[in-house]
Structures are given as C-alpha cells and as structure tokens.
C-alpha cells in the first residue's frame, strides 16, 4: 500500500492550490473503509495535523490554521482525497503529507506512530 502526495509548488499569497493523496494497493472497497489526513511541517516546526476527511467522506475535520480557506473532500473510485486551498499565506509553507488509517477518529489527534501509511509529501511555497 503507497500513498501519493502530489500538487505541492510556488504560489503567492492570496493565490490557491489542490493537493491530491492518491492511493495504490488498496483494493477499491477497502479504501472507503480509510480516514484521510493531511499534516504539514513548516521549517523548524513539529508537524501538524490540519485535516481530515472520515470514511465515506461523511465528516471533516479542520485545524483552526486552515478553517474556512482549506476543503478536503475525496472521490473514493479514484482512489483519491483532494486537499484544495485557498487564500493562501506566508505561514502555510511547508510540507504537506497525507495519511490513511482505519481505526482513528477525524475528531481526535494521536501519536504519528499510530497512523498506518503516509505519503511523501510535497512542499508549498507561499510568497508574500
């Protein structure tokens, strides 16, 4: 199983991207089973959860960082979650992982350990 994160790049402030988190090795049903969440590690700062999207894509959830500018929605068939944000700024570069898990709740944080594939990330860079 290998996630793909990808979308990362230069934009300026104010300006919008989409990152996807794409999946291999799930079989199609099983993906739907996945919570989905995105984490970003700005330069000398702990990484940080920022979203998540549970299974069947029923409830969100949004760090208070990223609130009303960021949506994070996925289309199950393509295997697929799709972070899009928008009215960037300076303080939203970094790098950008996804991760996929079963068992953990949108609702509640936990050790990185406990959650089972991560993509590779990709880095966003916000000019102001």
């Known amino acids: 199983v290998q996630l793909q994160a990808s979308g990362g790049g230069l934009v300026q402030a104010g300006g919008s991207l989409r990152l996807s988190c794409t999946a291999s090795?799930?079989?199609?049903?099983?993906?739907?089973?996945?919570?989905i969440n995105w984490f970003r590690q700005a330069p000398g700062k702990e990484r940080e959860r920022i979203s998540c999207i549970t299974r069947y894509g029923t409830d969100t959830y949004y760090s208070d960082s990223v609130k009303g500018r960021f949506t994070l929605s996925r289309v199950d068939a393509e295997k697929t979650a799709y972070l899009q944000m928008n009215s960037l700024k300076s303080e939203d570069t970094a790098v950008y992982y996804c991760?996929?898990?079963?068992?953990?709740?949108?609702?509640?944080?936990?050790?990185?350990?406990?959650?089972?594939?991560w993509g590779q990330g990709t880095l966003v860079t916000v000019s102001s």
């Open positions: 991760s996929a898990s079963r068992l953990l709740e949108c609702g509640k944080d936990y050790e990185e350990r406990m959650y089972e594939y």
């Open positions: 090795g799930f079989p199609l049903n099983y993906y739907s089973f996945y919570t």
